[in-house]
């Protein structure tokens, strides 16, 4: 059982950065493919960003390309999401995804991200 926890949500104002962290324990984490989703009030939740389970490969959603950046740390069993230039549609609840199979699925409660003047 893996448990992911979010943090470094807030308030930002339009243009500027947050950096997303998502802790795990419970598991093997250099085993799992890490991603971060997010769900805007009233819309489905949608894939931002995933990176592979060595690091080595990383894809993003058209909407984040050459903003969001994610990043893993297996020592630190952490991944990152720095998100830059953000945009009042980057509003969100943002998740930490652990995948290895569909068995081995697991996800975070979240940290909102709120991006207003």
């Known amino acids: 059982q893996v448990q992911l926890v979010e943090s470094g949500g807030g308030l930002v104002q339009p243009g500027g950065s947050l950096r997303l962290s998502c802790a795990a324990s419970?598991?093997?984490?250099?085993?799992?493919?890490m991603s971060w989703y997010r769900q805007a009030p009233g819309k489905e939740r949608e894939l931002v960003a995933t990176i592979s389970s060595g690091g080595g490969s990383t894809n993003y959603a058209d909407s984040v390309k050459g903003r969001f950046a994610i990043s893993r740390d297996n020592a630190k069993n952490t991944v990152y999401l720095q998100m830059n230039s953000l945009k009042p549609e980057d509003t969100a609840v943002y998740y930490c995804n652990a995948w290895a199979t569909s068995a081995l699925d697991y996800w975070g409660k979240g940290t909102l991200v709120t991006v207003s003047s």
């Open positions: 419970g598991g093997t984490f250099s085993s799992y493919v």
